[in-house]
């Protein structure tokens, strides 16, 4: 896995972790800014999913791999914390 070592990352947590330690010190506007982001992104992905193969399918795929342990989506995730709290970090010098 990636991210096996997650506690030496940050020295401190994992990247979930160190994210909302930095959500909750960092400049409200940066955060806002990264999260809205974060949701438009979301948004369009969904949109797009939802064009090709239809809402009831797209929620039936979320609802089928929410549940499944996958090392790939723990990855993803992962890193989705890590590139949130950079972008927030950079920004907030």
Known sequence: MIFEDEEDIFTGGSPKAKF???VYNANRNLVE?????LVQRVCILEMMLE???GEEALEE???KRAYLPS??????IQSRYIELTANILTQNE
């Open 71 to 76: 090392e790939e989506l723990e990855n993803c």
């Open 20 to 22: 909302f330690d930095i």
């Open 61 to 63: 795929e979320v609802r």
């Open 33 to 37: 800014l990264e999260l809205d982001k």
């Open 51 to 53: 064009e090709k193969i």
